[in-house]
């Protein structure tokens, strides 16, 4: 079946510029999460969804970051004044929280945001 | 302090070869458990769930030390296709099945050599 799906999978932009990354999770899948990884680095977590709302935001760098999800479903990361640190991969999960084995987390292909 | 440490290696081992890992976590009240595998460039898949009892999955077996907050992944046998970078991660149930926030450590890599 179709997996996570995120858009742009590359994303070159200039600094001060914002950017829109989505994410169409699994169908059926309540739980969504954002993450970004710096190269050779493990993943830092931005923030999660259950259904539309974001229990946990805590990860999200500063306030020029920000994550919605609308009808349970699609998600949008939106970075605005991109700085040359934002640059890194951003990778979108899901699970079901009922059908998926405990610890999973289905992840998309990321979208590679490089910030000139 | 971050909250899950790992020593980011590079292990480089033959083939054959057992090859351990280890993980640290910071707060005691974490409640699950799990190591992920990466390949380079690709997604993280789930590897193996962490039990105080331990959890033997083929090669590959995750323990966990609750009082000295320590989680290990052995794997027995090395084969060249086990060379990936492997996650630890550690997370609070939100209730019920659900789960909050997921907390990877930087990962280990490792490297399985002819």
């Known amino acids: 079946g179709a997996g996570v799906s995120q858009s742009p999978s590359n994303k070159v932009t200039e600094k001060g510029k914002d950017v829109e990354l989505r994410c169409d999770p699994i169908s059926g899948h309540t739980a969504l999460y954002w993450y970004r990884q710096s190269l050779g680095q493990g993943l830092e977590f931005l923030i999660y969804f259950q259904g539309n709302s974001a229990p946990d935001k805590s990860g999200l760098p500063s306030d020029r970051f920000s994550a919605e999800r609308t009808g349970g479903s699609v998600s949008t990361l939106t970075i605005q004044r991109t700085q040359q640190e934002d640059s890194a991969v951003y990778l979108c999960?899901?699970?079901?929280?009922?059908?998926?084995?405990?610890?999973?987390?289905?992840f998309g292909n990321g979208t590679r945001l490089t910030v000139t | 302090r971050k909250e899950v440490e790992q020593d980011p290696g590079p292990f480089n081992v033959p083939e054959g070869a057992t090859v351990a890992f280890n993980c640290t976590y910071s707060n005691s009240a974490s409640q699950s458990f799990f190591w992920y595998r990466q390949d380079c460039r690709k997604e993280p898949k789930l590897l193996v769930s962490?039990?105080?009892s331990g959890n033997e999955d083929g090669r590959f077996t995750a323990q966990l030390n609750r009082a000295s907050q320590y989680i290990s992944l052995l794997i027995r046998d090395s084969k060249l296709s086990d060379s990936a970078t492997y996650l630890c991660?550690?997370?609070?149930?939100?209730?019920?099945?659900?789960?909050?926030?997921?907390?990877f450590g930087q990962g280990t890599i490792l490297t399985v050599h002819p």
């Open positions: 999960a899901s699970r079901h929280n009922l059908r998926d084995k405990a610890g999973t987390l289905h």
């Open positions: 991660v550690v997370t609070f149930n939100a209730g019920g099945t659900s789960y909050g926030k997921l907390t």
């Open positions: 962490v039990y105080s």
